[in-house]
């Protein structure tokens, strides 16, 4: 079992910047890639970055240039730093870890990103 709480978010101008966390426990030995995803209203949930085990990462077109996800092993945290927020940024945000065939979700922090 994975234990994910997310942190960070809030509410920001068109501009902006804040950076979210994720914090891990659990059997976080076997997590195979960890990423952030988001849900905005009357939309589906998308993926946001991913990162890899190994350190590969992953972003959406959206996102390209303005977040980055990085993750610190020695505190079982994740990180996705946000740059430049726009208003169609504005979402829940959701932490994500796979485990083999297991998926687990936090229970996601609120962006509103408006003026």
């Known amino acids: 079992q994975v234990q994910l709480v997310e942190s960070g978010g809030g509410l920001v101008q068109p501009g902006g910047s804040l950076r979210l966390s994720c914090a891990a426990s659990?059997?976080?030995?076997?997590?195979?890639?960890m990423g952030w995803y988001r849900q905005a209203p009357g939309k589906q949930r998308e993926l946001v970055a991913r990162?890899?085990?190994?350190?590969?990462?992953i972003y959406a077109d959206s996102v390209k240039g303005r977040f980055t996800i990085s993750r610190v092993n020695a505190k079982n945290t994740l990180y996705l730093q946000m740059n430049s927020l726009k208003a169609e940024d504005t979402a829940v945000y959701y932490c994500?870890?796979?485990?083999?065939?297991?998926?687990?979700w936090g229970q996601g922090t609120q962006v509103t990103v408006s003026s």
């Open positions: 659990g059997t976080i030995f076997s997590i195979d890639a």
């Open positions: 990162i890899m085990w190994g350190g590969s990462t």
């Open positions: 994500n870890a796979a485990q083999a065939t297991t998926t687990y």
